[in-house]
Each structure stands twice: as structure tokens, then as C-alpha cells.
């Protein structure tokens, strides 16, 4: 029995309320991503963090995240994506709770590693839950451009949140602000899925496959995150390496197990697999960009957290007109032509990022502010729509995993690459934005793979 099967007419009615309920919760999963950073200063203060134990409150989040996508999403297939959703919503409440009442530093790590596997357990049933309850592929796509949009505007909103609840009241409201947006979808989203199948009682976890699987994301992320925040090159090596024999052995478990992690035929196609590369890249491009631009509001141009924040106005703006624009196109161009004219977009509005950091002053990177915005927004919801696309519904919680395990992995990248380009020029922004050019030129031509 899977979601399909006993997805009723009520259930498809409320298609658009279940839309809003989980894209509520994704947009609090992107909140949270970015307004933990804007107070660490405040974090290290209070609690007694050193230098060098600082990091981990954001690499423990990113490592559990990371790491348990793809199983987490398998896990939904299995117990059904609502109670997944529900437990996985629930768990990050009860983190972030724990987050803002901590007084030791383990305890606030701890704790963000656990809000990192309520993340890990939500995320990739949002994409499935979006998969499952629209069927018209017109519908679906409009769907998926507004889940873009405001995973997108929930990262930038983050700053701006960051900046204003630490200058006015303290770090722990940065965690006490998830309560109340994970209770109304607890009681919202059970009772406009009541006609959704709870689980896939034929499907099965292979065991073996998710703890290589999730080994091998792990160490990809943070050997990546190493080369970002200039570590050793050794250790950096030494993880990469690690990954690699993970992947390696996570490929030859999954030929071997007759209940693999990720079904045999989701990867066989050539243009789920493109998708999901240009899916990296461009995701990569994106936190490159949000990386390197925010050092260059605050170093070069003096702004302080609440107004860089406030200086990615444009962006959103951007960003929101994709959503209605994007889904027009949708209706007349194929997802695949609309992919590869979006990274060219992306790519279009980092270059003109790079001149008006030359150029100097804020105004300057205006164009390339909104450009690059829109072309972002439009980018990510058409790969995660090719990459879903002909998913059988047991299977679309992986699927979901996949996609959200590729945006992890970009964002690693991303920052790698910002991080080294910035060593490497001196400290020169429109070098590292050059660097987020690139990216987005290859999502490009690997969008040219999504074409059957």
C-alpha cells in the first residue's frame, strides 16, 4: 500500500493548504539555517565557547543533516511520509528548546545535532509530500517554484531575523522562534492528510547501504567544510579519501542487497542523475555567492548584520517574481530548456555580482542582486521537479532525500570554493564570485544532460 493508492478527492482538495503548511515549515528549516550564524558572537559570550569549539554548533547541525538525507527520506517511504514529517517537525521542536535553554556548551551541540536529524527526517518528506498530493505535472511545477522560492527567502530571511532578535532581546530566541511554527503544522498537516496512505509496508531500509551512505555524505561535508575555514589540507585529504571508499563501498553493498537504500532504477536515469548535479552546482553558485557578498556588505562596505541583511532586499525580490514568472514559463517551454536558460541566468547575475564589486559601492550590485535572484529561485525548483519526476510514490521519499542531500553537498562545495578562491586572491570578492560563475556554467551544461 503506498500514499497513491488512497490519496482521496478531500486530501486533493486541501492540496494547496498542505502546500502552505509544509513550505511554512521549510522556510523555518531555512530560517534556521542562516539566523544561528548571525549569533555566534553573542553564543561564544555567554556560553564560554572557545575558538575553536565555536564551529561545531553549525557542523554538528550540518553533519546530521548531511549525513541521514537519503535514509531518512527511505524512512519515510516506509513508515509513510505524514508521520515522518510529524516526527521528524516534532524532534526539531524539542532541539530548538533545548537549544535556547542550554548553559554548557556540549549541551547546545548536542542538541543542534539532534535538530539536525529532525531536519534530516522533514526535509525530504516535504518534496515527496509535494510529489504525492499533486498530480496535474502543470500544478506540480507551480508547486515546486514556490517551495523554491521560499526555501531561498527563508536563507536570506535568517540574516535579517539573526541580526534583529540578538540587537533586541537575546541569542536564545533564535531558537524559541521554531515552537510555534512547528505546533501549527502538528496540528494542521495530520488533519489535512487524513486520506494519505501511512505507510509503504513493502518497502524495506537496507541497513548496511544507509550507514555507508550516510558515513560517506558525513565525511564529504566536512572535509569540504575543512577546505572552507582553510584547515590542514591533510585532514581535508584524509576525509575526502574516507569518502570516497564509503562511496565505493556503498555502491557495491547496494548491487549486492536485495533491499538497497536507493532503488535500483532511481539512478538509472540519465536525466534524474543530471538534474541532480546541476543541482549541486547551482546550489553550490547560490552559497557561494550569500558566502562572499555578506563579507563584502560587512568588511569593505561597513554594514552592520541587521543592514546586510536588509541589503539582500533585491534578492527576494528577485526571487518572488520567479515564482509567478517561472511558473508561466513552465507552461510553455519544457522543464529542461527552462533549466539550462535558468543557469545561464544564475550565471548572468554572478558576473554582473563581480563588476559591481569592482565598480564599488552598494548600488552597483543591484542588477546583479535581482538577476541573480531570480535566476536561483527559478534553477532549484526545476531540478528538484526532474529529479522527481516519474518517482513511483513508495519511492518519493528517497527521491526527496536525494534532492536535499545534493543541495547539502553543493552548499559544501560552494563555500569550499569561496573559501579557497578568497585565500587564494587576498581577501578579493569578485574573484570568489567568479568562482560561483563557474559553477553555475557547469549546472549549465549538465542541464543539456537532462534532455532525453
Same mark, same amino acid.
Given at each position: 500500500?503506498?500514499?497513491?493508492?488512497?490519496?482521496?478527492?478531500?486530501?486533493?482538495?486541501?492540496?494547496?493548504?498542505?502546500?502552505?503548511?509544509?513550505?511554512?515549515?521549510?522556510?523555518?528549516?531555512?530560517?534556521?539555517?542562516?539566523?544561528?550564524?548571525?549569533?555566534?558572537?553573542?553564543?561564544?559570550?555567554?556560553?564560554?565557547?572557545?575558538?575553536?569549539?565555536?564551529?561545531?554548533?553549525?557542523?554538528?547541525?550540518?553533519?546530521? *543533516?548531511?549525513?541521514?538525507?537519503?535514509?531518512?527520506?527511505?524512512?519515510?517511504?516506509?513508515?509513510?511520509?505524514?508521520?515522518?514529517?510529524?516526527?521528524?517537525?516534532?524532534?526539531?521542536?524539542?532541539?530548538?528548546?533545548?537549544?535556547?535553554?542550554?548553559?554548557?556548551?556540549?549541551?547546545?551541540?548536542?542538541?543542534?545535532?539532534?535538530?539536525?536529524?529532525?531536519?534530516?527526517?522533514?526535509?525530504?518528506?516535504?518534496?515527496?509530500?509535494?510529489?504525492?498530493?499533486?498530480?496535474?505535472?502543470?500544478?506540480?511545477?507551480?508547486?515546486?517554484?514556490?517551495?523554491?522560492?521560499?526555501?531561498?527567502?527563508?536563507?536570506?530571511?535568517?540574516?535579517?531575523?539573526?541580526?534583529?532578535?540578538?540587537?533586541?532581546?537575546?541569542?536564545?530566541?533564535? *531558537?524559541?522562534?521554531?515552537?510555534?511554527?512547528?505546533?501549527?503544522?502538528?496540528?494542521?498537516?495530520?488533519?489535512?492528510?487524513?486520506?494519505?496512505?501511512?505507510?509503504?509496508?513493502?518497502?524495506?531500509?537496507?541497513?548496511?547501504?544507509?550507514?555507508?551512505?550516510?558515513?560517506?555524505?558525513?565525511?564529504?561535508?566536512?572535509?569540504?567544510?575543512?577546505?572552507?575555514?582553510?584547515?590542514?589540507?591533510?585532514?581535508?585529504?584524509?576525509?575526502?579519501?574516507?569518502?570516497?571508499?564509503?562511496?565505493?563501498?556503498?555502491?557495491?553493498?547496494?548491487?549486492?542487497?536485495?533491499?538497497?537504500?536507493?532503488?535500483?532504477?532511481?539512478?538509472?536515469?540519465?536525466?534524474?542523475?543530471?538534474?541532480?548535479?546541476?543541482?549541486?552546482?547551482?546550489?553550490?553558485?547560490?552559497?557561494?555567492?550569500? *558566502?562572499?557578498?555578506?563579507?563584502?556588505?560587512?568588511?569593505?562596505?561597513?554594514?552592520?548584520?541587521?543592514?546586510?541583511?536588509?541589503?539582500?532586499?533585491?534578492?527576494?525580490?528577485?526571487?518572488?517574481?520567479?515564482?509567478?514568472?517561472?511558473?508561466?514559463?513552465?507552461?510553455?517551454?519544457?522543464?529542461?530548456?527552462?533549466?539550462?536558460?535558468?543557469?545561464?541566468?544564475?550565471?548572468?547575475?554572478?558576473?554582473?555580482?563581480?563588476?559591481?564589486?569592482?565598480?564599488?559601492?552598494?548600488?552597483?550590485?543591484?542588477?546583479?542582486?535581482?538577476?541573480?535572484? *531570480?535566476?536561483?529561485?527559478?534553477?532549484?525548483?526545476?531540478?528538484?521537479?526532474?529529479?522527481?519526476?516519474?518517482?513511483?510514490?513508495?519511492?518519493?521519499?528517497?527521491?526527496?532525500?536525494?534532492?536535499?542531500?545534493?543541495?547539502?553537498?553543493?552548499?559544501?562545495?560552494?563555500?569550499?570554493?569561496?573559501?579557497?578562491?578568497?585565500?587564494?586572491?587576498?581577501?578579493?570578492?569578485?574573484?570568489?564570485?567568479?568562482?560561483?560563475?563557474?559553477?553555475?556554467?557547469?549546472?549549465?551544461?549538465?542541464?543539456?544532460?537532462?534532455?532525453?
Amino acid at each position: 500500500m503506498t500514499e497513491a493508492t488512497t490519496t482521496n478527492s478531500a486530501v486533493l482538495a486541501h492540496r494547496w493548504k498542505i502546500l502552505g503548511v509544509v513550505c511554512l515549515v521549510q522556510f523555518m528549516l531555512m530560517v534556521d539555517d542562516t539566523v544561528v550564524n548571525v549569533a555566534l558572537p553573542s553564543i561564544q559570550s555567554d556560553l564560554g565557547f572557545t575558538p575553536a569549539t565555536l564551529p561545531w554548533i553549525v557542523n554538528a547541525y550540518i553533519l546530521a *543533516f548531511g549525513g541521514l538525507l537519503v535514509a531518512a527520506g527511505r524512512i519515510g517511504d516506509r513508515i509513510g511520509l505524514v508521520r515522518t514529517f510529524v516526527a521528524g517537525t516534532a524532534l526539531f521542536a524539542v532541539a530548538s528548546l533545548a537549544c535556547g535553554v542550554a548553559q554548557e556548551p556540549w549541551q547546545l551541540v548536542a542538541a543542534r545535532f539532534v535538530q539536525g536529524i529532525g531536519s534530516a527526517l522533514t526535509s525530504p518528506t516535504v518534496l515527496g509530500l509535494i510529489t504525492v498530493v499533486f498530480r496535474d505535472p502543470a500544478e506540480r511545477g507551480r508547486a515546486f517554484g514556490i517551495w523554491g522560492g521560499v526555501a531561498v527567502t527563508g536563507g536570506l530571511s535568517g540574516v535579517v531575523l539573526g541580526g534583529l532578535i540578538t540587537g533586541l532581546l537575546e541569542w536564545r530566541w533564535v *531558537f524559541y522562534i521554531n515552537l510555534p511554527v512547528a505546533a501549527v503544522a502538528l496540528v494542521l498537516l495530520p488533519l489535512l492528510t487524513k486520506g494519505v496512505a501511512t505507510a509503504g509496508r513493502d518497502v524495506r531500509i537496507g541497513l548496511t547501504g544507509a550507514v555507508l551512505l550516510t558515513g560517506a555524505v558525513a565525511a564529504t561535508v566536512y572535509g569540504l567544510l575543512g577546505l572552507a575555514e582553510a584547515h590542514s589540507l591533510a585532514r581535508t585529504a584524509g576525509f575526502l579519501g574516507l569518502a570516497a571508499v564509503l562511496f565505493a563501498l556503498f555502491v557495491v553493498s547496494e548491487k549486492k542487497s536485495t533491499t538497497p537504500l536507493v532503488p535500483a532504477g532511481l539512478l538509472s536515469s540519465r536525466v534524474r542523475v543530471a538534474a541532480l548535479v546541476a543541482g549541486v552546482l547551482a546550489t553550490g553558485a547560490l552559497f557561494g555567492v550569500f *558566502f562572499t557578498l555578506t563579507l563584502q556588505l560587512q568588511r569593505t562596505l561597513g554594514f552592520g548584520p541587521v543592514l546586510a541583511g536588509l541589503a539582500y532586499v533585491p534578492f527576494a525580490l528577485g526571487s518572488f517574481t520567479s515564482i509567478k514568472t517561472a511558473a508561466k514559463l513552465a507552461q510553455r517551454i519544457a522543464p529542461q530548456r527552462l533549466l539550462l536558460l535558468a543557469t545561464l541566468v544564475v550565471a548572468l547575475g554572478g558576473l554582473l555580482l563581480a563588476g559591481g564589486v569592482l565598480l564599488g559601492g552598494y548600488w552597483a550590485l543591484l542588477p546583479g542582486l535581482v538577476v541573480f535572484g *531570480f535566476g536561483i529561485s527559478t534553477v532549484l525548483p526545476v531540478t528538484a521537479q526532474l529529479a522527481v519526476a516519474g518517482v513511483a510514490p513508495e519511492n518519493a521519499g528517497v527521491a526527496g532525500g536525494l534532492v536535499t542531500s545534493a543541495q547539502q553537498l553543493g552548499g559544501a562545495v560552494g563555500l569550499a570554493v569561496a573559501g579557497v578562491l578568497l585565500g587564494a586572491a587576498g581577501d578579493r570578492h569578485a574573484t570568489a564570485l567568479v568562482g560561483a560563475v563557474v559553477l553555475a556554467g557547469i549546472a549549465a551544461v549538465a542541464s543539456l544532460r537532462t534532455r532525453e
